[in-house]
């Protein structure tokens, strides 16, 4: 085997050097200006309401941290708590507390598919959902993006191929980057005309859609066949992702999900808060209706600027060319409003994008002075 011809440090400069070449590079920046990019859709994160939440958690004697996995001593009273009502609220058997939405789509990928089963997801699914699925021992296939015929149509591929384990559909109700919404009532059709099993990841609906915000698959959490995702990082305004399955499925996860196994459990005075959060959301049906007016008044200024309308909170601005994207989002920024650029692997080649989020952080008069400054960008 040949030596490297450089050093791995320098191989890291030479690859962030070729990353600014294709305006790809990223790096961190703070909270700056008129909230347009954020997932805090019901403005929650910042508010007085999960603000005393936390500090009643903390005069009780709730702990910031847990000091173990959830199976040695890291199980707390606010988990299983924060697990029971989160199964009351969604209508499922049981519910699973994870740190992240990142941390629960890995473990239930890799976990909850066998080896002669077949992964079927659609094709704009999120990076955390790959990560999964590449550390499962089950087979994967894509179909086209919120296309129900092309995922019919591979699993019958795959069944005549030989296929004879469990088919898995695996889909987002509300995307993250183009802001679209799948067709959830008809991939639920399918999973039971086929015998599938359903992985739904609600992140970016959960708050904001269905009766009380239970989202765009409420009702299919009580389904033995569904597995949902709701994350509390985004209408939540916490942190954390909350899993709704079975008893059996969260019982084989806790004894088989190596990612569950071997992490430290979850602040409990996070899950405290989260509790707290979905009794929010539950009466915030006052939220969700300013957050629609506000959608919609959005969405009738970008159609005057003739932007494709999502029909959702997220708003994409396509542009193509990634330094121009790039020009584009720094030039706003400087202009007070935070808006990020999106550039590939995260969206496809050539759709490099403005991502714009509709939150309630932001007025009429924000959206007036932003859609001024994008006619002259534009």
């Known amino acids: 085997m040949g030596e490297r011809e450089v050093t791995l440090p320098?191989?890291?400069?030479?690859?962030?050097?070729?990353?600014?070449?294709?305006?790809?590079?990223?790096?961190?920046?703070?909270?700056?200006?008129?909230?347009?990019?954020?997932?805090?859709?019901?403005?929650?994160?910042?508010?007085?309401?999960?603000?005393?939440?936390?500090?009643?958690?903390?005069?009780?004697?709730?702990?910031?941290?847990?000091?173990?996995?959830?199976l040695l001593r890291g199980h707390r009273a606010e988990h299983a708590r924060v697990e029971e009502d989160a199964a009351r609220f969604f209508g499922s058997e049981a519910a699973l507390f994870m740190s992240t939405g990142f941390a629960a789509n890995s473990l239930l990928f890799s976990t909850l598919p066998q080896k002669e089963d077949c992964i079927f997801h659609d094709a704009l699914i999120h990076a955390s959902a790959h990560e999964g699925m590449r550390l499962s021992r089950a087979e994967r296939r894509g179909f086209a993006h919120n296309d129900v015929d092309a995922a019919a149509d591979a699993i019958a591929q795959w069944r005549a191929s030989g296929g004879s384990g469990t088919p898995w559909i695996a889909f987002e109700t509300l995307y993250s980057m183009d802001g679209d919404i799948a067709p959830v009532a008809e991939f639920a059709a399918l999973a039971r005309a086929v015998g599938a099993m359903l992985f739904i990841d609600e992140a970016h609906?959960?708050?904001?859609?269905?009766?009380?915000?239970?989202?765009?698959?409420?009702?299919?959490?009580?389904?033995?066949?569904?597995?949902?995702?709701a994350t509390c990082g985004k209408a939540l305004g916490c942190e954390g992702a909350l899993v709704l399955c079975s008893d059996v499925i969260r019982d084989f996860l806790i004894n088989r999900g190596r990612g569950f196994i071997f992490s430290t459990a979850p602040s409990p005075l996070m899950a405290a808060v989260v509790g707290d959060a979905l009794r929010l959301i539950a009466g915030g049906d006052d939220l969700r209706q300013r957050l629609r007016t506000r959608v919609q008044g959005a969405a009738d200024r970008f159609a005057a600027l003739g932007i494709?309308?999502?029909?959702?909170?997220?708003?994409?601005?396509?542009?193509?060319?990634?330094?121009?994207?790039?020009?584009?989002?720094?030039?706003?920024?400087?202009?007070?409003?935070?808006?990020?650029?999106?550039?590939?692997?995260?969206?496809p080649e050539g759709t490099a994008r403005l991502r714009l989020s509709i939150t309630l952080n932001s007025d009429e008069e924000d959206m007036d002075a932003l859609i001024q400054a994008m006619e002259r960008l534009l």
């Open 10 to 70: 320098q191989f890291y400069a030479q690859d962030l050097a070729r990353l600014d070449t294709m305006a790809r590079r990223r790096g961190l920046a703070l909270p700056r200006g008129r909230d347009f990019s954020s997932n805090d859709y019901l403005a929650l994160a910042g508010s007085d309401a999960l603000r005393d939440a936390a500090m009643r958690a903390l005069e009780r004697g709730v702990p910031m941290g847990s000091g173990g996995s959830r």
């Open 308 to 347: 494709v309308l999502s029909g959702s909170q997220i708003q994409p601005v396509v542009i193509g060319e990634e330094a121009r994207t790039m020009e584009i989002a720094a030039a706003l920024q400087a202009e007070g409003f935070d808006i990020r650029g999106i550039r590939p692997p995260t969206v």
């Open 205 to 229: 609906a959960v708050g904001v859609y269905g009766p009380q915000g239970r989202g765009l698959a409420s009702g299919l959490q009580g389904e033995e066949h569904a597995i949902v995702l």
